[in-house]
C-alpha cells in the first residue's frame, strides 16, 4: 500500500467508526454532517482497499463481520492516537482546561465534594463542565470533545475506560395527586403496570439492561414507554397525569416541579451506577488525578453513604 493510500485510508476510517458506532448509515452521516450516500462510499472503498467486507447491510442498518469486528479491534488503538497526534495547536491550547460531560447527573454531594477538592489540588486548570446526551458520550470522549464524562446506566464499554465511582438513589417523580405520593417510598412492585416514561431524545434512559432484568426477574412489570422527547417534554407529560419518570437523587433534591412530587425508589434495583469515561491516552494529567481523588474518595465513603440514604 502506497503512502498516500495509507493516508487515504485513515480518512476513510472516520466513516468506517462512525457507521459501527451507530449500526446505521444514517445515523453516521448526521454524526459527520455529510450525506448518508457519502458515508456509504467510503465505507465501500475501504473495504476495496483491504479487500476485506467490514460490514454486514439490511434494512434495519449495519453490523461489523466476524472478520471486521476483529480488524477494528486491533486498528482502533492506533486510530485513537493518530487522532491525537494531529490535533496540532488544540492540545496546546486546553492543556488548562479540563472539560467534563454531565449526561443525566445533576451534580450530587459526592461530585460536588469531588469538584471543590479537586479545586483545591489543581488552582491552576479551569473546569468546563457542560451537559452531554447519552448517545453522544462515548464519542464525545473519544475524539476529545470532553476530557471526562460522567453518566449513570452505562453498559459494556470497550472504547475508552469506564469505572463506576458511586451510586444514586433512584427517585420517582409522579403527579401530586397520585396515591402513591402518601408512602414514605415506593417499590417497583407498586408502579408495575404503571406507565414509565424514558426520555431517548436527550439524555437517554436511567434504567440500564441490569437492572431492568432484575426488576422483570422480581415479576415487576411497569409499562416503559420510551419517549422520542426531550426530559423536559417528560416531565411535562407526568404533570399532565400520562405516567411516571425517574431520575438519580441528585436531581430530584434539588429540582421542585410544579404539580408533582419526588418519592425514592426502595428495595432492589433502586440504586444507579454513576461511571467516569475517559481515554487513558487522554495526556492532560489533570484527568489523572481527578480520577485519583474520585477512587480515594469511593474507598473512604462507607457503603450505606456512598450509596446515599433514603431521608
Known sequence: MSHDAYGNALRLLTYVF????????RQAARELSVRESSVSRNVVKLEQLLEM??????????????????WTDVVRTHYDGL?????????????????????????????????????????????????ITREQCLTAVRRRRFDIVFAPGIGTVTSCRAEMLWQERVFVLMPADHPLTEKRAVTWADLADMRLLVPVGSSGPLLDSHMLEGIFAQGCRPNVKACEAGQATVIFNVQLGQGVTLAGESFAQTVAIDATAWKPLGGHNSLCSIKALWLETNPKRAVLRLIGLARKMANRVPSAEHSQRVH
Do not use: W, Y
Request: net charge positive.
Open 53 to 70: 467486507q467490514l460490514f454486514e447491510r439490511d434494512v434495519r442498518g449495519v453490523r461489523l463481520t466476524e472478520a471486521g469486528r476483529a
Open 83 to 131: 487522532q491525537e497526534a494531529f490535533r496540532d495547536t488544540r492540545n496546546n491550547r486546553d492543556a488548562k482546561t479540563l472539560r467534563i460531560g454531565l449526561c443525566a447527573v445533576a451534580g450530587g454531594e459526592f461530585l460536588k465534594r469531588l469538584i471543590d477538592r479537586f479545586r483545591k489540588s489543581c488552582p491552576d486548570v479551569s473546569l468546563a463542565i457542560e451537559d
Open 18 to 25: 462512525a457507521a459501527m458506532e451507530h449500526g446505521s448509515l
